[in-house]
């Protein structure tokens, strides 16, 4: 492994996508040496080297094996596949993902670990990474303590977190960010309908978060399914009949909101 703390020998990133971009953005303005990009797709690679003055390559064997550090930031079922063809000469190979374990390394490399960003991103949204949460794991505890150093350079806001608390996080992330979206993009299709702006939702998104971030989110909770107001419920219902997948929905969640405040309650 190599112990020089500023990784002089470079970093090369395995990806090119959201979380590969704002990776490598974040780790060039910090002042790290990115070596390399590498993606399946020449362009892909090209147009995020380009931005952080690196080599590029979509060939896996054309893949500097001297760099002190290998960031594997691709889709979950890639990571195997990049595992299985990557050969290191002594370096560092971590990957991004929140539900896969860091034993996918074991037997093939010396080194390794886990480099976690808990955040959504999208290519064109820029994102305060300093604020950003990383969560490290390593497969020894220099090493461990070296990612963690990293990721004090990116960020304000790192933990060592082990696989399966990882997977967990990861877990309520898909519930606090995913799904909440998800129900952003129903509320739009059916003001949509209507001939609504979703404009009119933004105020009441942005408390609603807001709440949530400020107190506990069960005590923040409000609604028709929380005062068991059945008559506007099935008026919802009622509403959504030409939309039954969006009345499963309703209902599953109203239901699920009634249970919980009644479980916690008793």
């Known amino acids: 492994m190599s112990f020089n703390k500023g990784f002089e020998n470079g970093i090369v990133i395995l990806g090119a996508g959201n979380v590969a971009t704002h990776m490598s953005l974040a780790l060039r303005k910090a002042g790290h040496n990115i070596k390399c990009i590498y993606s399946k797709t020449i362009h892909a690679a090209k147009t995020l080297a380009i931005q952080v003055d690196a080599h590029y390559t979509n060939e ?43 034993s996918v390394f074991k037997d093939r490399y010396q080194n390794y670990g886990v480099f976690y960003p808990l955040q959504t991103f999208s290519k064109l949204r820029e994102v ?3 604020n950003v949460p990383i969560c490290v794991e390593a497969n020894n505890k220099i090493l461990e303590n070296k990612l963690f150093d990293l990721a004090s350079s990116l960020s304000n806001h790192v933990y060592k977190v082990d696989s399966e608390k990882r997977k967990s996080l990861h877990l309520a992330a898909v519930f606090a960010s995913n799904f909440s979206n998800h129900m952003y993009s129903v509320a739009r299709d059916i003001l ?20 949530a971030i400020d107190q506990d989110p069960m005590q923040a909770q409000t609604g028709p399914a929380v005062r068991n107001d059945d008559k506007v419920i099935r008026k919802h219902i009622e ?20 249970y919980i405040r009644n479980k916690k309650d008793n």
């Open 60 to 102: 896996i064997n054309q893949i500097p094996v001297e760099a002190d550090l290998y960031i594997i930031a691709v889709k979950d079922e890639i990571i195997e596949i990049i595992v299985q063809n990557l050969k290191l000469k002594y370096g560092i190979i971590v990957h991004t993902a929140g539900s896969i374990s860091m």
């Open 192 to 211: 949509k309908q209507t001939d609504i702006s979703f404009d009119l939702l933004k105020p009441l998104i942005k408390e609603t978060a807001q709440k």
């Open 239 to 258: 509403m959504l009949k030409d939309n039954p997948e969006y009345q499963n929905i309703y209902k599953f969640v109203s239901d699920n909101i009634y």
């Open 128 to 130: 305060q990474f300093n």
